[in-house]
């Protein structure tokens, strides 16, 4: 199987999850890579380096995640996290309007600071928290967008920002968006295969085409030549030893 | 004589047990009525039922002799009446086996019968005497005291009696066996129920041993030559019959196993790591939360001089805001009468303070820990904070805007704080003794793992550690830096406690502060776990979140000073992790992990040591065996735990000079014995006698000399 479809190019792609303390970024990478949740994760501490796989009709993409912890302190890190990133999801709790203040304060970063080709996505987690008895009486998952959207004028509802909202911002930025719930898988892997396939693949051939095998050593030659580059004056926090 | 008969009655059983056959004077008689009934107390384990009979008996002993010569209240006019068979006897145990004070406690049995079966002559009050000790041994002293005839006036007198100085410029504390038949006065010196200093236990203890001491006399130890351990080994040839049929019956019994009478203090520490309930989560649960909150044995308490609460283990803002106010007033008010205040007790709380420059760290514990050592806690908490934001950005904020909350750069560590402080809570030997741990593995293997980390060092690394459940395997450093013990707590308790690194998964990338290298930057770490369990998963994939227990995580920690050498260190990760694959290390360390610690028993085959610390000072390492079988509960850890700290506390105690501590209490013998090479700390059941405890002590620094380059990291890598 491996041998038949190996034709199939397999490029791999730098993905960073940004965004406000405890809007679940890090439960939708483990819903991503592992398929799992955990209740009361405890915060990130610095950052995580996952990857994990996505194929597409035509193509396999590896995605190198950084998940970074959303605590103010962090901050002055993200730099070296999104530098190089072909793709960003910035997430926002959607039962959380200053967190969208967040999400844009972070899209506005990545647009200005980032590289120009960059694909961002902008996403609402916690869906299951905007109407909780409509989503245990439906089925999850098939349309739950549906549901979230009916879920706005549900009186016992947590969400606080609306689809409306954050949708018409999306299209104004020029973002993708979607509405998650890590908790219970609605949307994930969407999230992540609409990214796969809005990277272009011009930027994929350009970039990697050449040495996918290699992708990962050339990462990594890629993030050292910019270590010692530009990045050196923002190095000031190292220790000073 | 009308009131000896009636004395006799209140303790039948004993006087058909020990006393037949004998046809005593009224008063020898009454006598061995009063030191049967002890022995008979030593058997059943001191209920308090026969010890208030025995006291009864006292009264009307006294009583009774009064009746006797009236102007026989001097000491002297006592010493000389009782003189002469005694002196006899003293000189003819000094023939059989030497005068050790072991032989003086442990014979008392068969002494007092002896006593009974020869006709002795009634023997005067002490009218004194038999106020002051309020155990049933009083009354043994009769029958010791003329041969030491000079020895009780000044026992009485001094206060330290406890404290014994050998000729080789040691000094030592002792009780005896005989001690258990009052073992509840003893818990100060086992597990304590109050709070106290260890000054303030030594003195408390000191007036206890005092009575027993100027009755029984220590005297014959003061003369003792040879070193310690020898002097510990004394007396194991000399047991009576008597004691030995008792001991062999009982030694198997198992520390802390009449779980209901001292742990009272303990009796909701099941519920310690409870999360209490948010003040207002229902209407009215204001008092069920304080209540909640006021149940938690120990609390951390970390505020700004300000007033402005920044952490608390236990309870929301809500709830401490009130508290967090009081404490503040109280510190500052002795801040400002430039006295800091360093603590203080209410009721059996101790409350301990420190302060940090703009911060105040508050432990408020009912555990009975010693001030130095709750102050050890709050400097962890303190260098966690540190490790967090690094000295000057805390500085800063404090010096730019006094009013500063803290919480808010801290956001996200409380749980960092929180697992260090239930880390102290649940009583942590690492922690205790300020040392670390490693995983026992041979010299050579060792040796291997250290070479492959040399071999696949990159320029970046400063320092690289493989960590197996909290205890070290192998370290490299530079030469001319050390990594400091504080740091590694921190990083441990970051990666194996509070699981907030291994529940992401994956690999990661920390900036971390270590205060005790540097505290003004950050050091970036680069961390990835491996599943001992798991042989197949290696290959840098992220193995399964399930929850897994954290004894049998294997990390991978390599340290840099350079923020951007992840990927560097990613390499050298895999290509260690590649090379001991290769070499064999990787599934040595596996099966060393899985394999856990040693039981005790599994160390020095049928020892009666039930569970020891053993600190290597020169290394900064300890090592100790399985909590398994006997303290595998929470509330069983902790109380042996407690029982360490305060061997810990006592020996450690400024100005205290006390090599080698023996404490026996109702539920466990314990020993603690210092050095200039180690620090160790054991108990047994408690029946254990004091030799035996001494010669399992010996066994296991024997052991540990032997296994010492297993056991610890010697020297390390250095590159």
Known sequence: MAEATAPKPSSSVKLVLLGEAAVGKSSLVLRFVNNDFQENKEPTIGAAFLTQKCNLPTRTIKFEIWDTAGQERFASLAPMYYRNAQSALVVYDLTKPTSLVKAKHWVAELQRQASPGIVIALVGNKLDLTNESASSSNNLGD?????????????????KVSTAEAKSYAEEEGLLFFETSAKNGTNVSEVFTAIANAIPETSLKGARGPGATQAASRTEDQSRVNLTGPRDSAAKDTCAC | MGRTSGQGSLSPDAHAQHNTGIQPAETANQENGASAMSLDNQKDGASNRSQDDTE???????IQVGDGPKERDSQKDQLETGIERPQDKQEARMDEAGPETQNVDIEEGTETQDSGLEERPPLPPRPSLLQNAEQPFATHSTSKRPGLASKPTTALSSV???TLSFPDGSRGTFSTPAHRTVSDSLSVSGLSTGQSTPHRKVSQNGSEFDDNTSLRSYAPTLRANGDLASLLDEGLNSQSPAWKLLSTQSESVNPFESVDYENISLINFGQEFDQIEAVGAQ???EEEVLSQWKAKLKHYLIL????KPIYSRHGDQNLINGYIGIIQTIISFYEEAKDPLLGFTAGGTRFVISTDGPLYFVAISRLGESDSQLRTQLEALYMQILSTLTLPTLTQLFKNRPNTDLSRPLEGTETLLSSLADTFTKGSASALLSALECLKIRKSQ???????LLKTRTDK????LIVAGGRLVSVVRPKRHSLHPSDLQLIFNMLFEAGSVKAGGGENWIPVCLPGFNNKGYLYMYVSFINAHDDVNTSGERPSTASRGREDEIAILLISADKESFFELKQMRDDVVEQLEQNGSMSLIKAAVRQGRPKASEIVPGTILRHFLYKSRSNVQFMMPSFSPHFETLIAKRRLMSLYHNLHASTHA?????????CVSRDSVSLAWTTPLFEFYCVAGPNASRAALAQGANQVIQWVKREEERVFIIGGAVF
């Open chain 2, 283 to 285: 209407e009215g649960n």
């Open chain 2, 304 to 307: 700004s001089s300000a007033g």
């Open chain 2, 461 to 464: 690394l400063l320092y690289g």
């Open chain 2, 56 to 62: 009864d008996d006292k009264q009307d002993g006294k």
């Open chain 2, 654 to 662: 400024k100005h205290s000079h006390v090599k080698v501590l023996h």
């Open chain 1, 143 to 159: 349309d739950s967008e549906g549901d979230a959207t009916e879920g706005e004028a549900d009186d016992g509802d947590a969400r």
């Open chain 2, 160 to 162: 330290d009696i406890q």
């Open chain 2, 446 to 452: 060792r040796h291997l793992i250290n070479n492959t």
